[in-house]
């Protein structure tokens, strides 16, 4: 995204990056949040999701990778399209057309020169791991060749290794990589003790009792609860841990409304990537590309705010629609 608008001469600064930096930021981030949402794999809280709605219903309900993927299609090709057009409308850039950008990536493109063997090497595991993800083994073969997710990530990550794409050294320079894992299974761990200590069915129970004593039925129940869950991320500066934090609570409360449990999953785990959108601190990409300074607090926020409405009726209703039509509920 800087490349792109230090190309174009737009600086971050008042007067320059009106030119294409400040619309190239607010899309580059809130592009993020969407495809975030399109897939388990995408970003790291959304296993945890994956596994706290097992928890919750006994394991009677699992969302698997393609279940997810497939329920996240439509919507989020909505929003793909809606989203940068809606952005467009509130901070339209100064430079509207760029005949000679096809140009210019082509002449890039023959300066990287031809496809190398490493690059190839991990076109094709990245292409296994998204089979094996998908479960498209035990779709044609039978369920004797279901692949657990770690486990194909761990044969994609074997493949790099014995290949000599990557090094072992590369590995441990991976810091952010090995923070997820250590700070994941720490919150893991809590969200399992709150549970079992009862807290998580103590709020579940009073929120749920609270919005059912408003008499607006399960939809409503389940309108406000999503609304309730989404803003509350304003007050946090990590989405695994407000998901830790708050996902079960709120999906038990949903359950006690009488939303179907698929319609509520789905919908929770989907707004729990949505709500990234919302501040400058919502989640760990956030500071990176607020910090490049083509974007000021107000309009970051004001923008956020906007798209996280438009988001959520996207998904909500077009989301609804697509996931009846499949049957999830």
Same mark, same amino acid.
């Given at each position: 995204?800087?490349?792109?608008?230090?190309?174009?001469?737009?600086?971050?600064?008042?007067?320059?990056?009106?030119?294409? !930096?400040?619309?190239?930021?607010?899309?580059?981030?809130?592009?993020?949040?969407?495809?975030?949402?399109?897939?388990?794999?995408?970003?790291?809280?959304?296993?945890?999701?994956?596994?706290?709605?097992?928890?919750?219903?006994?394991?009677?309900?699992?969302?698997? &990778?393609?279940?997810?993927?497939?329920?996240?299609?439509?919507?989020?090709?909505?929003?793909?399209?809606?989203?940068?057009?809606?952005?467009?409308?509130?901070?339209?850039?100064?430079?509207?057309?760029?005949?000679?950008?096809?140009?210019?990536?082509?002449?890039?493109?023959?300066?990287?020169?031809?496809?190398?063997?490493?690059?190839?090497?991990?076109?094709?595991?990245?292409?296994?791991?998204?089979?094996?993800?998908?479960?498209?083994?035990?779709?044609?073969?039978?369920?004797?060749?279901?692949?657990?997710?770690?486990?194909?990530?761990?044969?994609?990550?074997?493949?790099?290794?014995?290949?000599?794409?990557?090094?072992?050294?590369?590995?441990?320079?991976?810091?952010?990589?090995?923070?997820?894992?250590?700070?994941?299974?720490?919150?893991?761990?809590?969200?399992?003790?709150?549970?079992?200590?009862?807290?998580?069915?103590?709020?579940?129970?009073?929120?749920?009792?609270?919005?059912?004593?408003?008499?607006?039925?399960?939809?409503?129940?389940?309108?406000?609860?999503?609304?309730?869950?989404?803003?509350?991320?304003?007050?946090?500066?990590?989405?695994?841990?407000?998901?830790?934090?708050?996902?079960?609570?709120?999906?038990?409360?949903?359950?006690?409304?009488?939303?179907?449990?698929?319609?509520?999953?789905?919908?929770?785990?989907?707004?729990?990537?949505?709500?990234?959108?919302?501040?400058?601190?919502?989640? !760990?990409?956030?500071?990176?590309?607020? !910090?490049?300074?083509?974007?000021?607090?107000?309009? &970051?926020?004001?923008?956020?705010?906007?798209?996280?409405?438009?988001?959520?009726?996207?998904?909500?209703?077009?989301?609804?629609?697509?996931?009846?039509?499949?049957?999830?509920?």
């Amino acid at each position: 995204m800087r490349s792109i608008a230090d190309s174009f001469n737009s600086k971050p600064e008042p007067g320059s990056t009106e030119k294409i !930096g400040r619309y190239l930021a607010l899309v580059n981030y809130n592009i993020n949040p969407i495809t975030s949402a399109m897939f388990i794999t995408a970003t790291a809280p959304n296993p945890l999701i994956v596994n706290l709605i097992m928890k919750e219903t006994g394991s009677a309900f699992e969302l698997t &990778w393609g279940m997810w993927a497939i329920a996240a299609l439509l919507p989020a090709l909505v929003s793909l399209i809606v989203i940068p057009l809606v952005i467009y409308w509130l901070y339209p850039p100064q430079i509207k057309i760029t005949p000679n950008a096809q140009v210019f990536a082509k002449e890039k493109m023959r300066e990287l020169g031809p496809v190398s063997l490493p690059e190839k090497i991990t076109l094709s595991a990245f292409g296994l791991l998204l089979l094996l993800w998908a479960g498209i083994p035990a779709l044609i073969l039978g369920k004797a060749w279901a692949v657990d997710p770690t486990t194909a990530a761990l044969m994609g990550l074997s493949i790099l290794l014995i290949t000599g794409v990557l090094s072992w050294d590369d590995l441990l320079k991976n810091k952010g990589a090995w923070d997820t894992i250590v700070w994941f299974a720490a919150l893991v761990m809590m969200a399992t003790f709150l549970g079992k200590l009862g807290l998580i069915s103590w709020l579940s129970q009073s929120v749920g009792g609270a919005i059912d004593h408003l008499g607006i039925g399960w939809i409503g129940g389940t309108v406000l609860l999503v609304l309730v869950y989404v803003y509350s991320h304003y007050f946090f500066a990590s989405t695994t841990a407000h998901i830790t934090a708050m996902f079960a609570a709120f999906f038990t409360a949903g359950l006690v409304l009488g939303a179907p449990p698929a319609l509520l999953a789905l919908i929770l785990a989907f707004s729990s990537s949505l709500m990234m959108s919302l501040t400058h601190y919502g989640t !760990g990409t956030a500071p990176i590309i607020f !910090g490049s300074g083509y974007v000021t607090l107000g309009e &970051w926020w004001k923008t956020g705010f906007i798209l996280s409405v438009i988001n959520l009726i996207i998904w909500m209703v077009v989301g609804g629609l697509w996931w009846k039509w499949l049957g999830y509920w």
